[in-house]
């Protein structure tokens, strides 16, 4: 079956606390995306990759770190030094970055500071 | 500075009705793709249709539309024969050699269709 899959669903974090979010795509698609949402906003790019081993801050990447040791999985962490997390995450993969490619998103993830 | 605006917080329509959705772009590029989403209550992102810059047809994809008028540099969504299932977030959303390859989304518009 093929994807986007993005785990925890909900997730709920200590002030203080390191956290992980989990994206993971089949789709053999080589560029993949963090984005942040806030209750009635639009979305903002954390960060993206668009290949294995190379990353690129977005606008809000301050707080924020990501790795991309395989093509399927581009997993963002949450450190303490992001002030105000909560947010729900969106994760998203395009073929590739030509401006005709369709991105397309994960579940999201809800993430709630304690 | 590519820019999205989406001028309508909230829109009502009726069952059945059609709708739409404004968006407007900014952009000096020659070469870019605008895109639709929906986003349901459940959060995820759904991909609704794509129009290409240098299309001269209106894309359409089954009971959406997209009227696009380039010297306008607007992209407005249509939806037809509205269902209760349409009430949702809907972003309009823009890619341009500028941008770097990477999406700017507008603030979106909450569609809530009225049985």
């Known amino acids: 079956d093929g994807g986007i899959t993005q785990s925890p669903k909900y997730l709920f974090r200590k002030e203080g606390q390191n956290v992980t979010l989990s994206c993971e795509q089949n789709?053999?698609?080589?560029?993949m995306y963090w984005y942040r949402q806030d209750p009635g906003q639009g979305l903002r790019l954390i960060y993206y990759?668009?290949?294995?081993?190379?990353?690129q801050k977005g606008d809000i990447a301050e707080g924020y770190s990501v790795s991309r040791e395989k093509k399927e999985s581009f997993p963002l962490t949450v450190t303490s030094a992001q002030k105000n997390p909560t947010a729900f995450y969106l994760c998203?993969?395009?073929?590739?970055?030509?401006?005709?490619?369709?991105?397309?998103f994960g579940p999201g993830t809800r993430l709630t500071v304690l | 500075a590519q820019k999205i605006t989406q001028t309508q917080p909230g829109m009502f329509v009726q069952e059945k009705e059609a709708v739409t959705l404004d968006c407007t772009y900014d952009?000096?590029?020659?070469?870019?793709?605008l895109f639709w989403y929906k986003q349901p209550s459940s959060g995820e992102m759904i991909f609704l249709i794509y129009?290409?810059?240098?299309?001269?047809q209106n894309a359409t994809e089954g009971r959406y539309s997209l009227n696009f008028q380039k010297a306008r540099k607007s992209a407005n969504l249509v939806i037809s024969a509205s269902q209760l299932g349409d009430s949702a977030m809907y972003f309009c959303?823009?890619?341009?050699?500028?941008?770097?390859?990477?999406?700017?989304f507008g603030k979106g518009t909450k569609l809530s269709v009225k049985p």
């Open positions: 789709l053999n698609h080589d560029a």
């Open positions: 129009q290409g810059s240098y299309d001269e």
């Open positions: 952009t000096s590029d020659q070469s870019y793709g």
């Open positions: 990759s668009q290949i294995v081993n190379d990353f």
């Open positions: 959303a823009m890619r341009d050699g500028g941008s770097q390859g990477n999406l700017i």
């Open positions: 998203a993969t395009t073929r590739n970055r030509g401006f005709t490619d369709t991105q397309y």
